[in-house]
């Protein structure tokens, strides 16, 4: 069974930074594009950052480009998003996720609980 348990989140000033976590089991990392998004309130989901499981490559969207880094620890079943910089709008519940592809969160196959970031300005 796959499991995704996200944490690391919580309450930050704008400027500042947080490193969320993804614990994952019950799959092959190769198996899967590993994906955080978000959920803002009355907002769609919105795609923040991938690792393919096609070529190893990360993606980003515009509005975290520079400021978001993913991370991947395979032995210990972990993968990571360092958020610096922080902004009010970054402000959401962050998940992470597996799908096929990367771009795609309308494709994401298991997602976790989530884990809310709340950015003051």
């Known amino acids: 069974e796959v499991q995704l348990v996200e944490s690391g989140g919580g309450l930050v000033q704008a400027g500042g930074s947080l490193r969320l976590s993804c614990a994952a089991s019950?799959?092959?990392?190769?198996?899967?594009?590993i994906v955080w998004f978000r959920q803002a309130p009355g907002k769609e989901r919105e795609g923040v950052s991938c690792?393919?499981?096609?070529?190893?490559?990360?993606y980003y969207a515009d509005s975290v480009k520079g400021r978001f880094t993913i991370s991947s620890d395979n032995a210990k079943n972990a993968v990571y998003l360092q958020m610096n910089s922080l902004k009010p709008e970054d402000t959401a519940v962050y998940y992470c996720?597996?799908?096929?592809?990367?771009?795609?969160?309308?494709?994401?196959?298991?997602w976790g609980q989530g884990t809310l970031v709340t950015v003051s300005s």
């Open positions: 996720g597996l799908g096929p592809v990367c771009g795609h969160v309308e494709y994401l196959e298991h």
């Open positions: 019950g799959f092959t990392f190769d198996d899967y594009s």
């Open positions: 690792i393919s499981s096609n070529d190893g490559n990360t």
